[in-house]
């Protein structure tokens, strides 16, 4: 059972007091209230779990964001930060005794530096909204989750997404070079800029996937990549879902690196034909979408490669895209299977969990055993090439007892990604959906020195508490030392 940590009376006792502060800070319609306003903020794409927030603030620039940050720090209140609410780990579920900033206010695109091959947005630009404003250009912004619709960048950054395309032009921290962000004390810090290799620690590096525990960020720089001269996908039927892991293992395997390689299996498969109409073939156990980009001869002689390699791992289907409407319908599939899942279940939960590619026809074959352990159903729809799955757990919020199946459902399937040598997440981030299963993860030492981290940022943990970390030791604590024998060690040096 999911536990937030316990509300603050003497800041709840405050409230009033806390709304007019922030209001002369945000005048105007910037300061959202009413219980009614702010139950639209109560949660965000894991809709399992809702909270309403305190008072929820919505700044127009980055002064504004200083000021409410120095503030709620000087009084000792939490703050969430919030992009577009698309995160479905949990990462903006507000806090009963905390501000909701939401950062919907900053959604300018501030410059476009076509020779420099970037783009500097400020974090509520939606990801699609970069490659549509460098199109005329031939360029575009290559990571792209399936909710870059809805998705901004700012929260790319928050939970370092991913994308069809990440196999080969990489996450969201590949692709960001530059951010601009607000620490909890009102500072505000640039890392990088308008070119690669900063010198110093990689901090940028820190901050890309840390889920708002260290700052705000107010704006980012990335790189956009020209166009490639021509794509084409590969829809390839497979007879089991085995078959279809380990034809990605061999097309890795092999040197071949696809711009976008995908699995469906078959209820994923049947989804998303019924609502896009792609083509489908729908007496496929598993389907791989395979996309090779590059010149027209290149893309040609690696058709040939991929499909030899999946006919020698037993491919019933094997078809080619010959247009780009075509390429883009065989992806339309893929990109609305979410939706398209939601039509056949009324609730279900995405989960998101990195496995070695060779493990990915054996955790398929557990995750069938699994389905009948718990009675639920799962829909897998993921990306391949990197080994990032998103089952989908098909459940009924209204039956007794179901949420609490599928939830232990994916608990077993994160733990089986761990124990196959995989990770936690892939792009989704921790949040709380993962928080208390990272001890499966890291022990004790890893877990004190990644909160040191948020300590040299956050000293009082008024960020986004609750999130990621199991349980949130004080700074203090970290800081115990070790005495042996009645004796401190190092005592010539002075103690603070």
């Known amino acids: ?12 006792d405050r409230r009033a007091e806390i709304v007019a502060a922030l209001q002369e800070i945000v005048p105007g319609e910037g300061v959202i209230d009413t219980e009614r306003e702010r139950r639209a903020y109560e949660c965000d794409a894991l ?13 127009e620039d980055t002064r504004q964001v200083v000021a409410v940050l120095r503030y709620c720090k000087e009084n000792g209140i939490k703050v969430v930060p919030r992009g577009a609410g698309t995160s479905l780990s949990g990462g903006a579920l507000p806090l009963e005794d905390g501000v909701l900033l939401g950062m919907g206010k900053f959604k300018r695109i501030l410059d476009i530096d076509a020779p420099n091959r970037c783009v500097v947005a400020q974090p509520g630009v939606t990801n699609l909204a970069i490659s549509h404003a460098v199109q005329g250009q031939g360029l575009y912004y290559a990571p792209d989750p399936s909710s870059q619709i809805a998705c901004t960048i700012g929260g790319n950054v928050a939970e370092n997404s991913g994308g069809v395309h990440c196999l080969k032009y990489g996450l969201t921290t590949n692709n960001v070079i530059g951010v ?8 505000v810090i640039r890392l990088g800029g308008k070119f690669f290799d900063a010198g110093g620690y990689d901090l940028l590096g820190v901050l890309v996937g840390s889920e708002g525990l260290l700052g705000v960020v107010t704006e ?10 021509g794509a084409r996908a590969l829809l390839i039927g497979f007879p089991s879902v085995q078959g279809a892991g380990d034809c990605v293992a061999a097309v890795i395997g092999a040197g071949i690196i696809p711009g976008g390689m995908e699995i469906m299996d078959r209820l994923a498969i049947e989804a998303a034909e019924a609502f896009v109409h792609a083509g489908y073939p729908l007496d496929a156990e598993a389907l791989l979408i395979v996309e090779l980009d590059g010149c027209g001869a290149e893309v040609d002689h690696l058709i040939a490669a991929v499909e030899k390699i999946a006919a020698a791992h037993g491919a019933t289907t094997v078809r080619a895209s010959q247009s780009e409407e075509e390429r883009l319908l065989f992806w339309a599939g893929r990109k609305a299977a979410f939706p398209a899942v939601g039509r056949i279940s009324p609730d279900y939960l995405c989960m998101d969990g990195t496995i070695p590619r060779k493990e990915i026809g054996a955790v398929l074959l557990r995750m069938k055993q699994l389905e009948a352990k718990y009675g639920l159903r799962v829909a897998n729809v993921f990306h391949a090439g990197d080994g990032n799955l998103h089952p989908l757990i098909l459940y009924d919020a209204n039956k007794p007892g179901e949420l609490l199946r599928a939830e232990e459902f994916g608990r077993d399937i994160l733990l089986l990604c761990v124990e196959v040598g995989g990770v936690l997440t892939g792009e989704h981030g921790v949040g709380v959906e993962k928080r208390d299963l990272m001890n499966a993860m890291f022990d004790a030492v890893d877990l004190e020195q990644q909160q040191r981290l948020k300590c040299a940022f956050d000293e009082q943990s008024l960020l986004n508490p609750g999130k990621v970390f199991p349980q949130l030791c004080r700074c203090a604590e970290l800081g115990r030392m070790h005495v042996r024998g009645g004796k401190l060690p190092f005592p010539d040096l002075p103690r603070f």
């Open 1 to 12: 059972m999911l536990v937030m940590p316990e509300p603050d009376r003497v800041v709840l």
């Open 47 to 59: 809709t399992a779990y809702r909270q309403t927030p305190m008072v929820v603030v919505l700044p």
């Open 180 to 187: 601009e962000f607000v620490t909890m004390d009102g500072e």
């Open 220 to 229: 980012v720089t990335v790189r956009v990549l020209p166009t490639p001269p």
